[in-house]
């Protein structure tokens, strides 16, 4: 069974600019979380989408912002980017609201120069 | 919402048994405990969960204080891979849609 995948692996970007970071869910899983993990720092909640729908959203501004697809893959939105947006951003999968486990892919590694 | 409090670091032998101490004492009645572990260079993976009882899986257990103010990730055996962030976190039950708050949580050294 393949696992959580996200994409791409890195990704350069300059302040200002906007970054697309996508991620597929394991087969059947219909909750999709978002985090951040900055260094030094523990991860970060940012978002929470299951069945196409926002479930709940982190202590983020609004130029975060992601989507669900009817296929349950999930896309993050990162506008104006500043230099502290810099981080490893982690998605997340979960079978249901009926499961207690998360499982992670290996992250996108974002960097704001 | 209820965070939890780990030691920075912590380190262990080899094959010797491993106690992850967490507290948590602003816990809620319908809190789950959560422990995720991260390796190097990999996202976190689900380590084990538990309400009220203590608990048992293939990777480790979880012993859960009376009060339910602390818990304890046990490893029985730690081995080089047991190398990674141990992570404890709250969580409200599975239909609920909690923020779920993260720490620092333990690095855990193993010693060969």
Redesign the interface.
């Known amino acids: 069974e393949a696992g ?1 995948t996200q994409s791409p692996t890195h990704l350069i970007k300059t302040r200002g600019q906007q970054a697309t970071l996508r991620c597929s869910p394991i087969s059947g899983h219909t909750s999709v ?1 978002w ?1 951040q993990q900055a260094l030094g ?5 940012l978002l ?1 989408y ?1 069945e196409g729908e926002e ?2 959203r ?1 202590n983020f501004p609004p130029r975060f912002s992601g989507r669900q697809f009817p296929n349950y893959s999930s896309e993050l939105n990162v506008n104006a980017l500043e230099l502290e947006d810099s981080a490893l951003y ?1 998605c ?1 999968s979960r079978p249901g ?11 996108t590694r974002l960097t704001v120069t | 919402d209820a965070k939890t409090t780990q030691p920075n670091s912590m380190e262990s032998n080899e094959e010797e048994p491993v106690h992850l101490p967490c507290n948590h004492s602003t816990i809620s009645g319908t809190d789950y405990i959560h422990w995720y572990r991260q390796l190097p260079s990999q996202g976190p993976e689900y380590v084990i969960h538990g309400l009220t009882s203590n608990v048992n899986n293939r990777m480790a257990s979880l012993a859960i204080a009376e009060d339910r103010k602390s818990s304890t990730l046990i490893l029985h055996r730690a081995t080089l891979r047991d190398a990674a962030v141990y992570y404890c976190i709250l969580t409200g039950d599975a239909g609920n849609n909690r923020k779920l708050i993260w720490g620092l949580g333990t690095s855990l050294a193993v010693n060969p």
Do not use: I
Not at chain 1, 99 to 107: A, D, I, L, T, V
């Open positions: 959580v979380y985090y720092l523990g991860l970060q909640f929470w299951d479930r709940n982190g982690l997340a609201t009926a499961s207690y486990e998360q499982y992670f892919g290996p992250g």
